[in-house]
């Protein structure tokens, strides 16, 4: 009988995908367990092929499947069909394929889950790699932390704990098939959770690692990100129809920003973090702005890593 079901999305990374599964297999935990594994790639199927030949040898039962659809949207939801699957199953934690668990990774989620009553929890994430000092602080590259308890909104679909109820609550599909290359499929999840009444908890010791490839160092991808992320925010905003005079402020938000930021810029040159952190804000802001006007950016076209 599985209890949790540990749900994995991968696209060509088999090496990544390894370190999880070596990992994930000295986690210390006696609840049994079920390790559903999503390979996006139907051509070349990689990571599909590296489960199949340890799945005799695996600590816990190990569940590949292909999802042929290519886009992360469209991954996690055949992870959560699958899972769902496990009527036995009450959790289902998420993992991306460039993350690894650390040995207290499950127990702290259930314990987390237990003081709170949290319907979706997340753990933090450290990752490991060299990075600029300029970069302190930016998405993808700084470790994402909080302190344990009660949340108002989680981070991303990175080292998740969700209950089933929780899952079973929306209506198939749970991630948006219009953020498939895109991102932010994760954050318009969690905005429906919110608008269904679910409560969200942070567990600061349920620790994933992540590894920072060297194409993430540069300040050109970190300039991308941001753009990528201010288009996805947009659009979840304006998926919504939200009231006039919240978009009216939300607009001039954006407007302020894009014209007080390249000013912050100037004056900040002689502080590389703070300088780049200007350059941040343009680019993200630049990011919504393009939503606005239709234009949407696949962040998820390319891969980084192995």
């Known amino acids: 009988m599985v209890e949790i079901v540990v749900a994995i999305p991968t696209f060509r990374r088999p090496r990544s995908l390894k370190r999880l599964l070596d990992a994930l297999a000295t986690v210390e935990i006696e609840a049994p367990i079920a390790v559903v594994v999503a390979d996006n790639d139907a051509e070349r199927h990689e990571g599909f092929d590296l489960c199949e030949s340890l799945r005799a040898s695996y600590r816990f039962a190990l569940d590949p499947i292909i999802a042929p659809e290519r886009g992360i949207a469209q991954v996690r939801n055949a992870l959560v069909a699958r899972a769902l699957m496990y009527k036995t199953a009450r959790f289902v934690a998420m993992l991306d394929d460039d993350e690894w668990p650390s040995p207290q990774w499950l127990a702290r989620f259930f314990a987390v889950q237990r003081e709170t009553g949290a319907d979706a929890l997340?753990?933090?994430?450290?990752?490991?790699?060299?990075?600029?000092?300029?970069?302190?602080?930016?998405?993808?590259?700084?470790?994402?932390?909080?302190?344990?308890?009660?949340?108002?909104?989680?981070?991303?679909?990175?080292?998740?704990f969700l209950t089933r109820e929780c899952l079973e609550s929306l209506p198939a599909p749970w991630f948006d098939p219009a953020f498939a290359l895109s991102g932010g499929e994760d954050r318009d999840f969690f905005e429906r959770l919110a608008e269904a009444g679910k409560r969200f908890a942070w567990a600061d010791e349920a620790v994933a690692y992540g590894a920072i490839p060297a194409e993430r160092t540069s300040l050109r991808w970190t300039l991308g990100r941001a753009y990528a992320i201010g288009n996805a925010e947009m659009r979840i905003f304006l998926k919504r129809r939200r009231a006039l005079g919240r978009s009216l402020q939300v607009y001039a938000k954006i407007a302020g920003a894009l014209l007080l930021s390249p000013l912050m810029l100037v004056i900040l040159m002689a502080h590389p973090n703070r300088a780049a952190d200007a350059l941040r804000r343009i680019f993200r802001n630049a990011g919504k702005l393009a939503a606005l006007f239709g234009w949407h950016h696949n962040e998820y076209a390319a891969t980084h890593g192995e």
Do not use: C, Y
Request: a neutral charge; aromatic letters at 8%.
């Open 122 to 160: 997340q753990g933090s994430i450290l990752f490991e790699g060299a990075h600029a000092d300029w970069s302190r602080g930016f998405d993808g590259l700084s470790p994402i932390r909080r302190p344990t308890g009660r949340v108002t909104a989680l981070e991303g679909a990175g080292n998740l």
